[in-house]
């Protein structure tokens, strides 16, 4: 079993930054990428970044440029933070965390809150 735990978030300005971290332990052997996720109010989850073992990362278009994710040691995948900067309005979500085993999620973390103000 993979436990993953989040940290991070929180209140800026437009314009202004923010880190979120992730952690994961217990089984992450099973981790071959790891992923950040985020929804909007009324609106399904999307991803804004992914990592895969080996370090190929993944991008939405609507973060590329801003967003910047930390990971992939050369052994294991079992943290991913992502500096998040020239942040919007429109980037106000809950952001989770998962662990992946190729396109399974095998744990994911409790949700974090961005409020980004104008």
């Known amino acids: 079993q993979v436990r993953v735990v989040q940290s991070g978030g929180g209140w800026v300005q437009a314009g202004g930054s923010l880190r979120l971290s992730c952690s994961a332990s217990?089984?992450?052997?099973?981790?071959?990428?790891m992923a950040w996720y985020r929804r909007e109010p009324g609106k399904q989850r999307d991803l804004i970044a992914r990592?895969?073992?080996?370090?190929?990362?993944?991008?939405a278009d609507s973060v590329k440029g801003r967003f910047t994710i930390i990971g992939d040691k050369a052994d294991a995948i079992d943290e991913l933070d992502v500096q998040m900067t020239s942040l919007k309005p429109e980037d106000t979500a809950v952001y989770y965390c998962?662990?992946?085993?190729?396109?399974?999620?095998?744990?994911w973390g409790q949700g974090t809150q961005v409020i980004v103000s104008s």
């Open positions: 998962d662990a992946q085993e190729g396109d399974y999620t095998v744990g």
């Open positions: 217990g089984a992450i052997f099973r981790i071959s990428a």
């Open positions: 990592i895969v073992r080996g370090g190929t990362t993944t991008y």
